[in-house]
């Protein structure tokens, strides 16, 4: 999973540092801000696929793969018209997005809510592969998708297609990367089928879905509303340029995020078989912070060598901020692990705490936007407050059981 993983994430930063140089920092803001957007649009996926991981790989525990099967046949067939109704709602939206983000014409938010519209069911598939533990297919689903996605937009933007062939490349690695999950889930779907369990009827199910759903949305809105509101308030080489420094940020969140994706439905499936599972907690935290320090150290000492290598010189006025936008997505990172590890033994009213650090975010940002470094500083402090809160959280919580 961590060598698959980082091998997409290679092809991720490969798309974006292409983007950066071949579209050049106002375009790359646009892009940036798009790419954000959707991720925001995704949130519900996002959390349809933490409770799905969750619930199957609870059946897994128990070798009940009738139930799974047959979740996996009600999933599809009750998403489909909720995704329909969100891609018109969203659809509407265009008014007023369009302006918002200073967007050059409709097309590019239509691209958006088509690959939307893909991600959905690829998600779901993906998080099937997730909950089984069949990582390496998880995995390879993942670099098909990013490997497709760099080269289509290489391709279009070099023929002059600039943010809607860049766009482009996220809908035919999805649409690809789609029909390649269904292949390793066919045992799923050919296997006998329980008729009587259907999750999504059951209680637990909704009141598992609910906190994650706030969980997902908090998360989401942490690393990316700041990237929509810089588009918004700030000129649009300064949007390019944080736009960077966000994705440079993000690879110490896409390099550790293998630890919380393999954890989670791990301790899940051990938790519900009732064995020991808090070392792999702690495990994980020693992980992410060690990869978070050495990150940091890099961004501090050698900010103008990174951005001039990795986006080239129109990038450079960006190089100050390199090493505070790491501590930031350190923080974020360790965040993110304490979260999904209470929500992977049940224990949703943590959600309570980043769901009030995403609010705050975007309330100071809104007020408090003269420069990147206020920007930037808004997201550390709160961070790091709630890094300490959750610490503080979870030593209680073990002392109590």
């Known amino acids: 999973m961590t060598l698959g993983t980082a091998v997409a994430g290679v092809f991720n930063y490969l798309y974006h540092l292409f983007m ?17 957007l959707a991720y925001l649009l995704g949130v519900p996926t996002a959390t349809l696929n933490l409770v799905i991981v969750k619930f199957v790989s609870a059946l897994k525990g128990k070798d009940d793969f009738g139930a799974i099967g047959r979740l996996f046949k009600v999933s599809s067939k009750k998403i489909l018209p909720f995704t329909l109704l969100a891609f018109l709602v ?27 519209f893909i991600s959905v069911f690829l998600t779901i598939n993906r998080a099937f592969l997730q909950g089984l533990t069949r990582f390496v297919h998880f995995s390879l689903s993942a670099i098909l998708e990013v490997l497709l996605k760099l080269l289509v937009a290489i391709g279009l933007v070099f023929w002059g297609f600039k943010v809607n062939g860049a766009l482009f490349g996220f809908l035919v690695g999805g649409v690809i990367a789609y029909f390649y999950t269904l292949v390793p889930l066919r045992f799923v779907l050919t296997g006998r089928q329980e008729e009587k369990i259907i999750p999504f009827k059951n209680k637990e199910f909704f009141s598992f879905a609910l906190p994650v759903f706030f969980s997902t949305l908090a998360f989401t809105s942490l690393y990316t509303t700041d990237v929509v509101l810089v588009r918004h308030f700030l000129p649009g080489h300064e949007s390019g340029f944080y736009a960077a420094l966000s994705v440079l940020g993000k690879i110490i969140f896409f390099a550790t995020s293998p630890m919380v994706a393999v954890a989670f439905p791990l301790i899940s499936e051990r938790h519900a078989k009732g064995v020991r599972y808090r070392h792999l907690l702690w495990v994980s935290f020693f992980i992410i912070s060690l990869i978070s320090f050495l990150a940091i150290l890099l961004y501090f000492l050698f900010p103008q060598f990174i951005i001039k290598l990795l986006y080239g010189t129109p990038y450079l006025e960006a190089a100050p901020y390199l090493g505070f936008f790491a501590i930031f997505l350190s923080f974020y990172s ?7 590890f209470f929500l992977s033994i049940g224990k949703t009213k943590v959600v309570a ?12 940002i809104w007020f408090f936007h003269q420069s990147l470094w206020q920007i930037i500083f808004i997201s550390i402090i709160l961070l790091a407050l709630l890094l300490v809160v959750l610490l503080l959280y979870c030593l209680q919580a073990i002392k109590k059981s």
């Open 353 to 364: 705490f980043p769901l009030i650090a995403g609010l705050l975010q975007i309330i100071l």
């Open 20 to 36: 950066g140089r071949m579209l050049g920092p106002v375009d790359y803001g646009i892009l940036a801000s798009l790419i954000s």
């Open 90 to 116: 969203f659809l509407a939206s265009s008014y007023w997005v369009v302006p918002f983000l200073h967007l050059p014409s409709f097309f590019p938010f239509m691209l958006v809510l088509v690959v939307f």
């Open 334 to 340: 360790l965040c993110f692990l304490l979260v999904n």
